[in-house]
């Protein structure tokens, strides 16, 4: 599995952009990158997923540049209910085509101030 | 459409002893994850069912066990509970095929004593 760093925290004010990246050096060709969001006492929220260039969604978006060992989760115009943990992942797919494992890291934890 | 269950909220249990934790899965997911999040730290993968059979298994002793039925609900079962088994259990579910879009459960808050 490609193992995946990313900041431990960063901070921000509200209506500011933020932008996290995560490195995947040994990212193999057929994975893909996912970004989950986690609030306290909740369990993680899927964000996005992408294989390569650009994604985007009514969220967020996710850049991956051509060599794909990198991808930045961008958060536009932040607000204080996007504090949160974000996890990057690069699952792998299990034999028989079920959903792959996903194995998480510490994250980063993304403070936004007033 | 429901979203994922985990039943119970929070349980409070003495070391040695066994506890089942319950998960119903949401309307036409056929894949279950259970993972375990102690305080701090993200969500380790504990194992997956799919179609009623284990598919995977993350570092954890054979105490940890688990079961889907055919409604593709899942248990959990940890047998002589230690102390380090206090954590967030959080469990998944997810629709068949290639994504790796899994659906959490709001979890289960274990404390062991």
């Known amino acids: 599995l490609a193992k995946t760093t990313q900041p431990i925290s960063m901070d921000s004010y509200e209506g500011q952009e933020v932008n996290i990246t995560c490195s995947h050096n040994?990212?193999?060709?057929?994975?893909?990158i996912t970004w989950y969001q986690q609030f306290p006492s909740q369990g993680p929220r899927f964000i996005i997923q992408g294989y390569k260039t650009k994604v985007t969604n009514e969220v967020a978006s996710l850049f991956i540049p051509a060599d794909r060992k990198s991808s930045t989760l961008s958060l536009p115009r932040v607000s204080l209910s996007d504090t949160a943990v974000y996890y990057c992942?690069?699952?792998?797919?299990?034999?028989?085509?079920?959903?792959?494992?996903?194995?998480f890291g510490k994250g980063t934890k993304l403070s936004v101030k007033p | 459409e429901t979203g994922v269950t985990q039943s119970p909220t929070h349980l409070i249990k003495t070391r040695g002893q066994q506890v089942t934790l319950r998960c119903s899965s949401q309307?036409?997911?056929?894949?279950v994850s259970w993972y375990q999040q102690a305080l701090g730290q993200g969500p380790q993968f504990i194992f997956q069912y799919y179609r009623e059979e284990e598919n995977g298994r993350g570092n954890f002793p054979p105490r940890f066990s688990g079961l889907q039925f055919p409604n593709y609900s899942s248990e959990l079962n940890v047998n002589a509970l230690e102390l380090d088994d206090s954590a967030l259990y959080l469990c998944a579910s997810s629709l068949p095929g290639g994504t790796y879009e899994q659906y959490f459960g709001p979890g289960t808050r274990l404390t062991v004593t």
């Open positions: 309307s036409g997911h056929n894949t």
């Open positions: 992942l690069v699952p792998r797919l299990n034999y028989g085509g079920s959903q792959g494992n996903l194995i």
């Open positions: 040994n990212i193999a060709t057929n994975d893909y």
